[in-house]
């Protein structure tokens, strides 16, 4: 039984690990990227400081003042994805839905930076929406379910080598005190 055990063990870790390969290999990629978002401006932004730390714009003056952003084109309030109001660095962060970020002074509206995010773009391919909205529960899901199957059965593959190895060494110290005559002591 224990050798059947580990053929199909060893059949799951070799076929699971080819068909998880790729989005596991997304996931991971990505992953570093996020971990390194506020470290590069590529990735993300840096957040600009504004001046005060209570917010004074009314949304008519958030609206003019990122028209005023000659990088992106915005005409009304459907060109833009989300608002970050940020009141201790005194700034608010207008993200469009073509990834362009304004930072303006939550105060005087100024506009602080224009740039690209590219953050959110790699958030959608690490959680594989990017691809296709059943992606994530269809294909990364299911590879993240067999990347802890195959971490678990290479766990035990593990232990049983160090355990065989053990047993193994235990046998040829026992034959070779046959062979020179000493008791053996062990339990």
Not at 4 to 16: C, D, E, I, Y
Not at 85 to 97: A, E, F, Y
Not at 130 to 137: E, G, R, S
Request: charged letters at 20%; aromatic letters at 6%; a positive charge.
């Amino acid at each position: 039984m224990n050798i059947k055990w580990q053929r199909v063990n060893r059949k799951v870790h070799l076929w699971g690990s080819i068909i998880c390969a790729i989005p596991i290999l997304i996931v991971l990629v990505t992953g570093i990227l996020l971990l390194l978002k506020k470290e590069s401006t590529w990735i993300q932004p840096s957040t600009i400081k504004g001046q005060g730390h209570i917010p004074t714009l009314s949304f008519e003056k958030i609206l003019s003042s990122s028209r005023t952003a000659s990088e992106v084109a915005i005409n009304d309030w459907s060109d833009i994805k989300r608002l970050d109001v940020r009141p201790r660095k005194g700034v608010i962060k207008l993200q469009t839905k073509d990834n362009w970020e304004i930072q303006m002074d939550h105060q005087t509206g100024e506009v602080l930076q224009v740039a690209y995010r590219r953050s959110d773009i790699i958030e959608a391919i690490h959680d594989g929406t990017f691809f296709h909205d059943n992606a994530k529960l269809g294909i990364f899901l299911p590879s993240a379910i067999m990347l802890l199957i195959l971490s678990l059965t290479g766990i035990y593959l593990f232990i049983k080598t160090i355990q065989a190895k053990r047993k193994s060494k235990t046998r040829k110290l026992q034959a070779i005190k046959k062979q020179i005559n000493i008791p053996n002591t062990s339990p």
